[in-house]
């Protein structure tokens, strides 16, 4: 199977609702757009970009919401090397339709105790639920690399949250080293690089806000 050099992980640029979340009150998430500095975080990720992957070709996958669209074209990859699809599967945790900030707020009290991972927003997702479509997503992603002329680079833009559940899918992490890991910044990019022992290693760690539990190192006799 001839698998990519390198999946490259990219959180959308600062949005609207990154820099005041009262605007959820009135704007679906999804059509939240780029502010000023979330345009230039993403140029200055689009310059990174190119000089990372040089003349090489990329297959990218893009959240449908329209920060990560904007983002993407931000970027100014070569269209003539570059492969794009929107994959709805690597969309934002669904917190509801429209989002009433103190509900909201009491929500989130409500994860930290409860555990970002099983919390299940009212309406919404539970990070559990987009570790399973992100799961799904995968396995079609793998089934990708069979194609004999499949690019070098892989690119998927999309949100933080996924980004970490990505991640926790592909290197097995426990749910405990999962939760204690924080969201890239808006506009930061993880690799997972092909090594020579044929297998993919993150180029640098998520940062970390607490020390997990010990790790489960499998069944118990």
């Known amino acids: 199977m001839p698998q990519p050099r390198r999946i490259i992980l990219m959180r959308h640029g600062e949005s609207q609702g990154n820099h005041d979340d009262s605007v959820y009150q009135h704007t679906p998430d999804h059509a939240l757009e780029l502010t000023e500095k979330g345009q230039r975080q993403a140029e200055a990720a689009g310059e990174q970009l190119r000089e990372t992957i040089g003349d090489e ?11 990560t669209h904007q983002t993407f074209r931000a970027l100014a990859l070569d269209p003539t090397r570059t ?45 559990a639920d987009v570790y399973d479509r992100v799961g799904a997503f995968l396995e079609s992603l793998w089934r990708s690399f069979d194609e004999p002329d499949h690019p070098p680079n892989v690119l998927l833009l999309t949100h933080g949250l996924t980004m970490r559940l990505f991640c926790m899918r592909w290197l097995h992490w426990t749910v405990a080293e999962f939760e204690s890991l924080s969201n890239p910044g808006n506009g930061e990019t993880r690799q997972l690089v092909l090594g020579s022992d044929g297998r993919y290693h993150l180029d640098r760690p998520f940062e970390r806000w607490h020390t997990p539990d010990r790790p489960f190192h499998g069944w118990c006799a």
């Open 57 to 67: 070709r990329v297959s990218a996958y893009v959240s449908p919401y329209r920060r």
């Open 83 to 127: 492969r794009v699809r929107e994959e709805p599967r690597l969309r934002e945790q669904d917190w509801g339709n429209w989002q009433d900030r103190a509900d909201v707020e009491r929500q989130k009290r409500a994860r930290d105790a409860y555990g970002h991972f099983f919390y299940r927003f009212a309406q919404g997702e539970s990070g």
